[in-house]
């Protein structure tokens, strides 16, 4: 028996002998009486024998040692424990950028029209950079044909223009060249008494040469700013007519102090000019310095200095150097409104390159001489409407010393009108009133000036071949996804006359005594999109079909048709 079967019989035993005494306790509960005394003895006289068990102990079997040796290796390593990183599960809400389109930096537009057109442009870029951007534009028209003789009144204009630049941490540096060539023909012959002329002695032709470099600081945070601007040129003729030109332009700018700062500009040109006619080389040189303050308080900026000029080239014997106010001011009452005035003088520099471009009809030999202008007073206001609408309005009066307008002249050995320069040597007044508006709105782009001259010269003089009134209107509109249309018009007042020719002395058919009557030119322009690489194009040029003329003698070409094709790549 075990041991837990003993210790459970024994509880079982004293129950059995205390449960009647409790039974006879509970029986007399309601009696009284004392408790008697008594003995009670409990005697445990059982004996529990179990028998014996026979046990087989074996002997514990001996274990063999294995002779073999073990080499065993104990490495001890510390281990230090590392923690993760925390990279908690959080996802910031981003708008994701919109990815760029893919951009055709190279395209080449091609096409032809009437009078033997021949039009071609290419423009050739590198892709997009941060920090650089280089290419080149290569543009050719050409007319077989004029509005007289065909082509003996042809002209054709070509330019090649390589380009660069570098963008730097505090400045940008940009630096171009070009070739330039300006074909026409002197055509402004009596057709009705020249029946055959020398093709080759009405050809003037201007070849051009240049590059320039400029750099320009763009560190916002330095009180010192500057700007640096070079330009160089050389001008060739087919008659032997050379202009050499050298031209800088500094700006220095230091902010004293929020309000206040200082500036020191400089700009002017070196250069020579040589007529073959007069075997004889002349050096115009025009330094200018604008010492000047700048005064800025809320919406009021105030600039006041010099303008102190120094040239070689003035009429007459006068001073060479002047000095000239410099003052303006630019008021801004509300965010989209600022009005502006001045009063200012300076010397209008001209020479033999700006001439041949806006009159390219001129004789072999002309006068050119700077324009002083004493003073100049003008006044204006620029703002928006909104975001699409913007306008200016300003006017200008100065008092203006040589200035200048063309003069006919009859050459009776070629039998057509060339032209040259008229100064006018006293003072005479100058003035200028314009308005202008441009918008961009949605598919619409517009812009729109006019300009009214004033030219007073003198009582009985007039100044010649200077419109008193210009109207330019020029605007383009998405008619649908791929079709755009365009219209572009000219308006230009009647021009004074002036001429030398003698008519007993001279035969043409000329009518010299009237002046030239406006010009209105109207175009319109339609563009239509094949794919986001390529396009057709048509031009109209001149629609009322009107042969004006800006220059007596010259007429322009009529009605006037270019189409052609755009591939971008």
């Not at 080149?136 to 044909?145: E, G, I, R, W």
């Not at 008659?239 to 031209?247: A, G, L, P, R």
């Not at 150097?321 to 008021?331: A, K, Q, R, S």
């Not at 010299?512 to 030119?521: L, T």
Request: proline share 3%; aromatic share 14%; hydrophobic share 35%.
């Amino acid at each position: 028996m075990t041991l837990q079967k003993i210790n459970m019989l024994k509880y079982i035993l004293f129950i059995i002998f205390f449960f009647p005494l409790t039974a006879i306790g509970q029986d007399n509960w309601d009696q009284e009486g004392d408790l008697k005394d008594s003995q009670v003895i409990i005697e445990k006289n059982r004996k529990i024998d179990l028998p014996r068990i026979n046990r087989d102990f074996k002997k514990v079997p001996e274990i063999k040692n294995n002779q073999s040796a073990l080499d065993v290796e104990f490495n001890s390593r510390q281990f230090i424990p590392n923690l993760n990183s925390l990279a908690p599960r959080i996802r910031v809400l981003t708008i994701q950028d919109e990815k760029l389109e893919k951009l055709y930096a190279n395209q080449v537009k091609i096409g032809g029209g009437n009078y033997g057109a021949l039009y071609l442009e290419g423009n050739f870029a590198s892709k997009r950079s941060k920090d650089k951007s280089f290419g080149l534009n290569v543009f050719h028209q050409s007319f077989a044909n004029g509005a007289i003789d065909k082509g003996n009144s042809g002209s054709g204009y070509q330019r090649v223009n390589p380009y660069g630049k570098m963008i730097f941490q505090k400045a940008v540096l940009d630096a171009e060249a070009f070739y330039e060539r300006h074909n026409n023909f002197l055509y402004g012959y009596d057709t009705a008494l020249y029946s055959e002329v020398d093709r080759d002695s009405l050809q003037r032709t201007f070849h051009t040469i240049g590059a320039s470099v400029s750099l320009k600081d763009q560190n916002e945070t330095s009180r010192y700013h500057y700007n640096l601007e070079t330009d160089i040129y050389q001008l060739f003729t087919n008659i032997n007519n050379k202009e050499f030109s050298f031209d800088y332009d500094i700006e220095n700018e230091f902010d004293i102090n929020d309000d206040f700062a200082i500036y020191l500009n400089s700009d002017g040109y070196i250069s020579n000019l040589k007529f073959d006619e007069l075997d004889s080389a002349q050096n115009r040189n025009l330094l200018r310095f604008k010492p000047g303050v700048k005064f800025t308080r809320e919406n009021l900026r105030i600039g006041l200095g010099f303008n102190m000029v120094h040239e070689n080239d003035t009429l007459e014997g006068m001073n060479k150097f002047h000095v000239f106010p410099d003052l303006n001011i630019i008021y801004t009452p509300f965010d989209k409104l600022s009005v502006f005035g001045g009063l200012k003088g300076d010397v209008r520099a001209n020479r033999y390159r700006d001439l041949l471009m806006e009159n390219p009809y001129l004789d072999n030999t002309v006068n050119i001489y700077n324009t002083l202008m004493p003073f100049q007073f003008y006044g204006g206001l620029r703002g928006s409407v909104n975001n699409f609408l913007g306008y200016e309005a300003g006017f200008s009066l100065s008092s203006v010393r040589n200035n200048f307008g063309y003069e006919a002249v009859y050459n009776e050995n070629q039998g057509e009108i060339r032209y040259r320069t008229k100064y006018f040597n006293q003072n005479n007044t100058e003035a200028n009133v314009y308005a202008s508006i441009s918008t961009n709105i949605n598919k619409l782009k517009l812009n729109l000036r006019g300009d009214y001259y004033y030219y007073n010269v003198g009582e009985t003089q007039l100044m010649p071949f200077r419109p008193n009134f210009r109207l330019k209107f020029n605007t383009d509109y998405w008619v649908v996804d791929k079709l755009k249309i365009g219209l572009n018009a000219h308006l230009q007042g009647s021009m004074n006359n002036a001429n030398t020719f003698v008519q007993e002395n001279a035969n043409y058919s000329f009518n010299i005594d009237e002046s030239i009557p406006p010009i209105y030119d109207l175009g319109i322009k339609l563009g239509y999109q094949l794919s986001n690489r390529s396009q057709v194009f048509l031009h109209a040029n001149n629609l009322i079909a009107n042969k004006y003329e800006y220059y007596l003698g010259y007429p322009n070409r009529g009605f006037q048709i270019l189409g052609g094709f755009t591939y971008s790549f």
